[in-house]
C-alpha cells in the first residue's frame, strides 16, 4: 500500500511537471508569434532589397589603407576613453553596488539605490554623448564621460549580484563580533566578489570598446568619429580600413581579457 501511494505520488510530480512545461511552451510560442505579427515583417520586402544590401557591401570593399595612420591614432584614443570610462564608472559603481545588496542595506536605502541603477541603464549611451557634447564640446572628454556614466548602470548591477551571492556564514561571523558596516563590507564581501567582480570589469571595457564608435556619431572622439565621417562622405573603402582596424583590437582584446577572467576564476 505504501509502495502504491509513492507510485501515485510520483506519477503525479511528473504530471504536474510536464503539465508546466507544456504551458510554458504554448506561452513562449505565442510571444514569438505575437512579436512576429507586430514587427510587420515582409519577406518580398527584403528579397527585393538584397540588390541594394550586395551593392552597399562591394562598395566597402577593397579597404584603403593609405589612412591606417589616422586608423591607428583613433583607435588609440578609442582604447583609452574606454579605460579611463571604464575606470570612473567601476569606482562609482561600488558604493552604489554595496547600497543595493540586500543583505548589506535596508530596505528603504536598497530602493533609492535600484531605482537610481535603473534611471542610469535607462538612459542609452547616445543621449548621455549628446549630453556631454553639449556640456564639453566635441571630442574624447564628452565620450569618456558618458562612458563612465553609462559603465555604473551595468556594473553596479554586475557588483550588486556577486555581493548577494557571498557566504552568508561569513557575513552572520562578523555581525557576532560586533563588526561594523564597513568592516563587514571590507573583510567579509570583499574578498569573496574581488575575483568575480574584475571579471566584469574587464568584460565591460571590452564592451565600451565597441560602445565608443557608436558615440562617434554624436561627435564624442575615437573611431567612431571618423567612421561616421567617412561613411557620410561616402568613402566607404575608408571606411572599411576603420571596421578591420576596430576588428582587430577587439578581438584581441577580447582574447586576452578571456584568458585574465578565466585566471580570476580559478584563483
Known amino acids: 500500500m505504501k509502495l502504491l501511494d509513492q507510485i501515485r505520488s510520483y506519477t503525479s510530480s511528473r504530471y504536474h511537471v510536464w503539465l508546466i512545461r507544456g504551458i510554458a511552451i504554448v506561452v513562449l510560442g505565442w510571444a514569438y508569434i ?3 505579427k507586430g514587427l510587420k515583417v515582409n519577406p518580398e520586402l ?3 532589397s538584397l540588390p541594394y544590401m550586395a551593392d ?3 562598395r566597402l570593399w577593397p579597404p584603403d589603407l593609405s589612412i591606417l595612420d589616422v586608423a591607428i591614432k583613433a583607435l588609440i ?5 574606454s579605460l579611463w570610462g571604464t575606470t570612473i564608472g567601476a569606482i562609482l559603481s561600488i558604493p ?3 547600497l543595493s545588496a540586500r543583505n548589506l542595506s535596508p530596505l528603504w536605502l536598497r530602493w533609492l539605490a535600484s531605482l537610481l541603477q535603473n534611471a542610469v541603464r535607462s538612459v542609452p549611451s547616445i543621449i548621455l554623448g549628446l549630453f556631454f557634447v553639449a556640456a564639453t564640446g566635441l571630442g574624447a572628454p564628452a565620450g569618456t564621460l558618458a562612458l563612465g556614466i553609462y559603465t555604473i548602470g551595468y556594473l553596479a548591477k554586475f557588483y550588486q549580484e556577486a555581493i548577494e ?5 561569513s557575513l552572520e561571523a562578523l ?3 560586533r563588526a561594523s558596516w564597513w568592516q563587514i563590507a571590507q573583510y567579509g564581501i570583499l574578498p569573496q566578489v574581488l575575483p568575480l567582480c574584475l571579471g566584469y570589469t574587464l568584460y565591460m571595457f571590452e564592451y565600451n570598446i565597441r560602445a565608443a564608435s557608436v558615440l562617434g556619431v554624436v561627435g564624442a572622439g575615437g573611431i567612431g568619429f571618423e567612421l561616421v565621417s567617412y561613411i557620410r562622405g561616402f568613402e566607404y573603402n575608408k571606411a572599411t580600413t576603420m571596421m578591420l582596424v576596430l576588428l582587430v583590437v577587439v578581438t584581441s ?5 578571456s584568458q585574465l577572467r578565466n585566471k580570476f576564476k580559478a584563483d
Open 34 to 36: 505575437w512579436s512576429l
Open 46 to 48: 527584403i528579397k527585393t
Open 56 to 58: 552597399f557591401l562591394m
Open 77 to 81: 584614443e578609442t582604447v583609452q576613453m
Open 96 to 98: 552604489l553596488a554595496l
Open 165 to 169: 551571492a557571498v557566504d552568508r556564514r
Open 175 to 177: 555581525q557576532v563580533s
Open 253 to 257: 582584446i577580447d582574447a586576452i581579457s
